[in-house]
């Protein structure tokens, strides 16, 4: 999967992308290429693709010795500013505060075959990645660096990061390292990314790509509801099954940037990384600092070969691999059946009617510990509340083991609320600048994970309830972003605080890990007041994540949609809740609702003593069929649907080797006198084939050209014949091999 030629030309290659480098004249690495894998390639072609007969009009040499040679004009591997490269670099590293202008040359090269998962920091894994260490060197300012790819067989992604050691004596100070760079040669593309807010998270934004700069970013020590670490560049005029697409993901939970930089000769520059803004980290004699690592991600088949390449790889070589098309429970979560206000019966109660309706893990919620009765105390105390739960939690959680099902507790780790006995015993504990103001958020502070004894003392007390109630699920939230950032641990040890925000997503890792090794099994649901930390390395860690506090089934239509483009399936939990909705208020059909949250891991979480007869039968039957389709409906290759129209979605879910699907069909309003006849072509299914599409028999090449046909709706004339009639009309499409 990597030659190397003539110690100077790197080609990681495989049967999906090439990705092409070389030394350059100055012995600094260059870009040529990535995208379809190009084979074998001659000494005639790999110089062709090297030389640069000009050097571009208003630029200046790199220096006296390499003739016409400028930075400006190429395409780097890890580009640094301020020596003949004008636009943002990769890397800056400062002497106290006087910049180096490094000079990193090549010095040679190393391959490593697999990579093992270790839990201490979220990396892809694989037995069959093969990884080229590039070693540079800066005889000048003593400073090594390392530059590692990885690919991995039979998927179109390349995986970075880089590494800085201090050779000499003197301390120096990363300002910046970018975890990835992807250099185009043009700006034919738009920038698309995941944006959004509490409640309405990554719904999919574009930016056309002019000269400047687009960026996205996160400040909050969190990756964040506002904007995702995930950007895109499609092809112009792409569709969701046409064009190149190029992603870079960070597999990171905290402060980030991702841009887009466009120059004068519209070239156009990536950079993903750590936000260098509130950060520095030093680096002493013989000390290194590593970045994250970034997923450069490669399609020429629209968004949807893009989001399903970048899905197989994430279900592969991220996601804990006992996860990997592992059935997820079905799960019940009583937070919006009953808030702050449960004890033991009332628990029990609804854990018995949800298993009489099919669910199989039944999970606590907030509130069940200290004395928290709403959002304002008890936080840091993870000891059961004796009034809500007089026979204590051991018991409760033998009565639900007893009833056959999984049990799952809600914790908030890292936070703490001022009114809890944690907080009283250890007011330093939590992140806060010593002047005297504090800002707070939902009534709590944050914990200083930067330092080690406060992720101790947490995860002991979480240690000791999931022993005692032998549980099988966690959900961790975390509901409020880091202000005033300042530990008062580093001041304490002589660290800057520049290193905070870093070392407190060190220390979130750190619990998981403790968790994750303790208590393998355990299956953690990542939260961040729904969707505030939905991204690549909280997901090495918690297989799903619950997406969005907006639980509103046509809400989750756009949030599902975005999320997939750059995650997997398996990894949205979805949940059936009440109508009228809690967020949005809007009223929804249970058919709807259901026909929803079926899309991957599916939970139910509404008040299920208020339910009907009739809907408690629709809930036993949606169960049955998600249990018989569960794979598929979880960890089956997943297509957005052209619709034609912003007023519909269309989602499918393909198993290949059993060759069926399901077609989710969602029109948000209804239209008065609509085409008669519309159809979804299903370009997956293959012609040569008969298949059954609920009642009828159809053929593989109408399937496939012309497609399946959207519902009937009611037109004013005959109601009757309608097959989905109203606001919010949803429709299941059942596709199998016909026998
Ligand atoms: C956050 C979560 C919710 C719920 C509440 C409990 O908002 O996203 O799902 O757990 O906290 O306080």
Known sequence: MINVIDNQYFHLQNNKISYLFYVMPNQQLGHLYYGQPLG???????????????????????????????????????????????????????????????????????????????????????DDGETLSIQLTDEEHQLALTLNYTIFNDHSVIVRNQSITNLGTVPRTVQKMMSGVLELATDDYEFLHLSGAWLKERHITRHALAQGTVSISSLKGASGHQHNPFVALQEKNGTIDHGQVYGAQLIYSGNFIGQAEVDEWSHTRVLMGIHPDYFTWEIGEGESFETPEILLAYSAQ????????TASFIEKHIIDPQWQNKPRPIVFNNWEATYFDFDHQKLIELAKSGKELGMECFVVDDGWFGKRDDDRSSLGDWTVDE????????????????????????FE??????????????????????????SIGRGQYVLDFAN???????????????????????????????????????????????????????????????????????????????GGRYDLGILFYSPQIWPSDDSDAIERLAIQTGTLLAYPLSTFSNHVSASPNHQVWRQTSLKIRQDVAMFGPLGYELDLNQLTETEKTAIQERIAFYQENRQLLTFGRFYQLATGTDNEVAWAVYDETEQKAIVGFYRILSKPNSAADEFLPLSFLSADQTYQV??????????????I???????????????????????????????
């Open 452 to 530: 080690p004894q406060v992720v101790d003392a947490i995860y002991e007390q979480m240690k000791k309830i999931i022993q005692e109630t032998e549980l099988d699920y966690i959900k961790w939230d975390m509901n409020r972003n880091i202000t005033e950032a300042y530990s008062a641990y580093l001041n304490e040890v002589g660290i800057d605080q520049t290193e905070f925000f870093h070392r407190y997503i060190l220390g979130v890792y750190r619990l998981y890990e403790k968790i994750l090794t303790d208590f393998p099994t355990i299956l953690i649901e990542g939260c961040a007041g729904g």
């Open 694 to 707: 609920n009642d009828e028999i159809l053929s593989g090449k109408i399937l496939r050209q012309i497609g």
């Open 40 to 126: 074998d390639l001659s000494n005639k072609d790999l110089e062709y693709l090297a030389r640069k007969v000009n050097k571009s009009a208003g630029t200046v040499k790199f220096s006296a010795d390499t003739g016409q040679f400028t930075l400006a004009d190429r395409g780097q591997e890890y580009p640094v500013y301020g020596s003949s490269d004008f636009k943002a670099g990769a890397l800056e590293i400062t002497e106290g505060t006087t910049p180096l202008y490094t000079d990193f040359r090549y010095k040679s090269y190393r391959i490593t075959k697999g990579k093992p998962r270790r839990l201490h920091q979220p990396t892809t894994f694989g």
């Open 302 to 309: 629209g968004l949807n070969g893009f989001a399903q390449e």
């Open 413 to 438: 780790p890292e936070m703490v609320s001022p009114d809890s006995q944690f907080y009283r015993a250890h007011p330093e504990w939590v992140v806060r600048h010593p002047f005297s103001r504090i």
């Open 387 to 410: 009034r809500k739960f007089p026979k204590g939690i051991k018991v409760f959680a033998q009565e639900i083991h007893q009833l056959g099902l999984q049990l799952g507790i809600w």
């Open 709 to 739: 046909r959207k519902p009937y709706q009611f037109n004013g004339a005959n109601p009757d014949q309608a097959q989905v009639q109203g606001d919010f009309q949803s429709y299941i499409y059942q596709i199998a091999l016909a026998d």
